[in-house]
């Protein structure tokens, strides 16, 4: 059905005489099951056709779309684009929507267990990780967990080029873990996102969610001062995605929002740090033949022994600069303008495993989340984020739990030192990020 | 278009197919938005989203299902589709919801201009001023200026018989500065919304909206970041806002505490908060976003969460009610027909009390005073207290005088330490909303508002480099 209305939508726009039309429609098919303390809670099911449709008169560009219902729904979405395209004032740096649509070849993005949307089997999945927790601890116990599939068939096309389709699946377990003992009490939270089940294994991450909420009871906080600090990889992603992601997105670079502008070629990170974007890893969320406007995706060093090697684009911000997309167009929802944005994130691994960072820190603290990382500003480069679960380490030893303690510092500075380490180990986080864990020699904490 | 008569025979429909209780919501939402970026037109969108999400209850288990088509067949599936998820959901625990009154009503936000319905020409045209406007200050190196203009139509039926109708319209400009001082660049935005029509777009003055804004990115990044440590902190009304919602909001609302995930949790009637501090959460307030009624349709209440620092009750939907042996306070809210309801809060802020402002500022020999204008937000951790917010451009208090500015200011604190704090509260009310944004949880997006007074804190942690 969905290429149907991309079809649709680009021979209407033809008929129309737009310069350039393109159609891209998105359905997804889910199911979601929520469990708390009370047992499985709710179970819901649905449906949903989005469509985007990016119409250009000369240089006059506009997005249109929404919910559709039907096929012929289509229709209204591409004439009001023409109209609202008419009444613009010309984009001077508009150039082209991409001439070619193709696809990459790629791997492990769909799981027919998901595609069939098995509830018994998912239930299943909940009703064990709702009595997991107080089964390995009796101090700690589930208090919710999350299971969210989805089937998702993507379809693009334009006045250029015949439409793409693919399909691909998504599983996202998440999982909430209290601890409570002598009147204090601790959180902990795990998240299984990817395409398959392959690397999904219950027990380990209830296991792991359980060890941290229960060593981290009686937290407190640590003097203001500075530390050595251990981020595990869940954390390195929070810190990279609201940080480094922007600052190497070709629209923040164009328009001055980067402090990364003007320094490809030049060392801006410690040269033990190599960051890679791969649309095509296999078994990530971020893994697609094609991006949000049918261009390949690509594998490409964005950070390669700390030395700045480029930008991502998507095709309006390659075109400025005479260059092709590196296939990083994408939509927070259908109907949005592309913009450049990471595919999967990977930041290759080091020596040692994270126990063995842990081992050689004289005085700080390993990171095992922290909430508010988010807000941390890419503009300025200033990073903030503040430790929920963490354990103080002295001469290699964990001594006390730690939270409520702000990490702050510019990323620049903070990842710049030559004795900054990552871990072999690698983990894949949050469905788009691979990545170990890091070692910072110095970062200020404000605390008590 | 949605109507209550299509509504009508959905409920008529699944209570047929064997539903005992159902719940029908139609929603219709349009989202126009306009951006300018340094000086080019980047996107003119409208997004438009129908649905329908129906909850069928069948012997304790409830089941909830939507679809984007409301063709006939589509609308069977779903029907059929809620009353077998119910079915599944009864076999492995039951749930009963609270009472709720049968209510019929329609609330419709009153505009003159519909925005949705002004020449694209007239809104580009004011868009692009605004942001050239500000391309042309000095050491302004990039600006993005947004519009917002949204309709939102809800219907939620039930099969207790009512039917309510829900119509908001909202406007709003936002805009964000970049401005670079030496190797620094440094980044403010603010944003204004009315709930009404594009009249008040009309009437506001939105160059010097922005050229307030840009100033202040000039200033900033001049700034230095505070030393790190623990301070004195007077709070703006915005800050207030933010740390109400996020630090204390989450942790009051009922699915949360019945999960025993919140920090609340069995605290009703205990102080937790400083006894100059009464909570409150409205579905109606002047400058907030309107929820009369939630998305089981029970009115919204005035809630009051914090009466002069006892702990009074929680926010809940009809179910968390039951568990909590509470009233239902129409707490129940989703983002869109996509998504069956979670507890969530609507107008959130703390009353005045009788301290004028500039009281507050008397006796700090050295603080700070956080201020909301190019905040970034904030978040919690609702099971432990823990939480933080990214702050605008604040001031350090020397000797109760307001000195330098200081950029980069994040704060962070345990909710119940941070409240009970609290030993001086202004009577400043204010309280405001955004078409920008909103609250996040379990993946769903709500328009909010909040505020408060200024408020006076003897101890805030505040991150710096």
Redesign the interface.
């Known amino acids: 059905m969905i290429e149907n209305i991309v079809e649709r939508g680009v021979r209407l726009g033809e008929k129309l005489g737009v310069s350039e039309i393109e159609v891209y429609a998105i359905k997804r098919t889910g199911i979601?099951i929520v469990g708390?303390?009370?047992?499985?809670?709710?179970?819901?099911?649905?449906?949903?056709?989005d469509v985007g449709v990016r119409v250009v008169i000369g240089k006059k560009a506009?997005?249109?779309?929404?919910?559709?219902?039907?096929v012929e729904d289509v229709d209204a979405v591409v004439e009001?684009a023409v109209k609202?395209a008419n009444?613009?004032?010309e984009?001077?740096?508009w150039i082209s929507l991409p001439r070619t649509l193709r696809m990459s070849q790629v791997e492990e993005i769909v799981d027919p267990r998901i595609r069939e949307s098995d509830?018994g089997y998912f239930?299943d999945i909940a009703?064990f990780l709702l009595g997991r927790a107080s089964e390995i601890d009796k101090r700690a116990?589930t208090?919710?967990v999350?299971i969210?599939t989805a089937t998702i068939e993507r379809a693009i096309g334009n006045n250029y080029s015949e439409a793409l389709r693919e399909e691909s699946t998504e599983l996202v377990v998440s999982v909430?873990v209290?601890a409570t003992e002598a009147g204090e009490?601790?959180?902990y939270y795990d998240v299984y996102l990817a395409p398959t089940l392959a690397r999904f294994k219950p027990e380990e991450m209830i296991s792991k969610a359980t060890e941290i909420a229960v060593k981290t009871l009686g937290?407190k906080?640590v003097d203001?001062g500075v530390y050595e600090l251990v981020l595990i990889p869940r954390v390195l992603a929070g810190v990279l995605q609201p940080l480094i992601v922007p600052a190497v997105c070709a629209?923040s670079v164009q328009?001055?929002?980067s402090?990364l502008k003007n320094k490809v070629g030049s060392q801006v990170v410690s040269e033990n740090l190599t960051i890679i974007d791969d649309g095509t890893h296999p078994g990530l969320v971020g893994t697609r033949g094609f991006d949000d406007e049918g261009v390949p995706t690509t594998r490409k060093y964005v950070i390669d022994r700390g030395v700045l090697k480029g930008f991502l684009y998507d095709t309006y911000t390659a075109l400025i600069e005479g260059r092709n997309s590196t296939g990083n167009a994408f939509r927070s929802?259908p109907?949005?303008?592309p913009v450049p944005w990471i595919s999967n994130l990977i930041v290759e691994g080091g020596h040692g495993s994270l126990s063995d960072l842990v081992k050689d820190v004289r005085r700080g603290v390993v990171v095992y989340s922290t909430?508010?990382e988010?807000?941390?500003?890419p503009?300025?480069g200033?990073l903030?984020?503040?430790i929920?679960n963490g354990m103080y380490v002295e001469n290699g030893e964990e001594k006390f739990p730690v939270?409520?303690?702000?990490?702050?510092?510019?990323i620049y500075d903070v990842l710049k030192p030559v004795d900054i380490r990552v871990s072999s180990e690698r983990e894949s986080c949050f469905g788009r990020f691979v990545l170990p864990a890091l070692y910072l020699p110095k970062i200020?904490?404000?605390?008590? | 278009m949605i109507n209550v008569e299509t509504a009508r025979q959905v409920l008529e429909e699944v209570l047929k197919k064997g539903a005992e209780q159902a719940v029908v919501r139609l929603q219709e939402r349009v989202y126009e938005a306009i951006v300018y970026d340094t000086g080019v037109l980047r996107s003119y969108t409208v997004g438009k989203v129908v649905g329908l999400g129906i909850r069928a209850m069948i012997r304790g288990g409830t089941g909830y299902a939507y679809t984007s088509s409301l063709d006939r067949d589509s609308v069977s599936r779903a029907t059929g589709k809620a009353i077998s998820l119910a079915r599944v959901a009864g076999e492995l625990g039951k749930k009963s919801f609270a009472p709720a009154p049968s209510i019929r009503d329609r609330f419709r936000v009153e505009f003159r201009v519909d925005p949705h319905a002004v020449d694209p020409k007239l809104k580009v045209d004011l868009v692009k001023e605004v942001n050239t406007n500000s391309m042309k200050r000095e050491n302004i190196v990039s600006a993005v200026t947004r519009l917002g203009l949204e309709r939102d139509r809800r219907v939620v039926l039930t099969s207790e018989g009512t039917e309510v109708e829900v119509d908001v319209v909202g406007v709003g400009l936002a805009h964000m500065a970049v401005a670079r001082y030496g190797a620094v660049i440094e980044r403010v935005s603010d944003r204004e919304t009315y709930i009404g029509g594009y009249e008040h777009i009309e009437k506001r003055d939105w160059n010097a909206f922005a050229k307030e804004i840009d100033e202040l990115a000039v200033r900033a990044s001049q700034a230095k970041t505070p030393p790190p440590g623990t301070y004195v902190a007077v709070v703006d009304n915005e800050v207030v806002g933010l740390l109400l919602h996020e630090a204390f909001g989450h942790a009051s609302e009922g699915d949360g505490v019945v999960a025993g995930a919140s920090i609340l949790k069995g605290r009703v009637g205990e102080k937790v908060a400083s006894e100059f501090i009464t909570i409150v959460d409205a579905g109606v307030i002047e400058g907030g976003y309107p929820v009369p009624y939630d998305d089981e349709g029970v009115p919204k209440k005035r809630t009051v969460v914090v009466d002069r620092g006892v702990l009074k009750g929680y926010l809940t939907s009809r179910d968390t009610a039951q568990e909590l042996n509470l009233e239902p306070t129409g707490n129940a809210r989703a983002q869109d027909v996509s998504f069956d309801t979670l507890v969530r809060q609507t107008n959130y802020y703390a009353e005045p009390r009788d301290w004028k402002v500039d009281e507050l500022f008397e006796g700090i020999t050295y603080g700070i005073y956080l201020r909301g204008r190019g905040a970034m937000g904030g978040q919690v951790d609702p099971s432990v207290g823990t939480y933080t917010f990214s702050i605008g451009p604040s001031y350090i208090i020397r000797n109760g005088e307001i000195s330098e500015l200081v950029r980069g200011v994040v704060v962070s604190g345990n909710i119940l330490e941070t409240l009970k704090e609290v030993d001086a509260v202004a009577n400043d009310l204010r309280i405001t909303t955004s078409v920008f944004g909103g609250c996040g949880k379990g993946g769903q997006m709500v328009r909010v508002g909040d505020g408060g007074p200024h408020i006076r804190t003897r101890k805030i942690v505040v991150g710096g480099d």
């Open positions: 979601n708390t303390v009370r047992g499985i809670e709710r179970i819901s099911a649905g449906e949903r056709i506009t997005v249109q779309g929404g919910l559709i219902s039907r009001t609202i009444t613009l004032p984009d001077p740096q509830i239930i009703r116990f208090s919710s999350n969210h909430s209290k009490e601790s959180g937290s906080r203001t629209d328009k001055g929002r402090p929802v109907y949005s303008t909430i508010g988010w807000l941390s500003n503009v300025s200033l903030n984020a503040t929920t939270k409520g303690v702000v990490i702050s510092g510019n200020t904490l404000a605390g008590k």
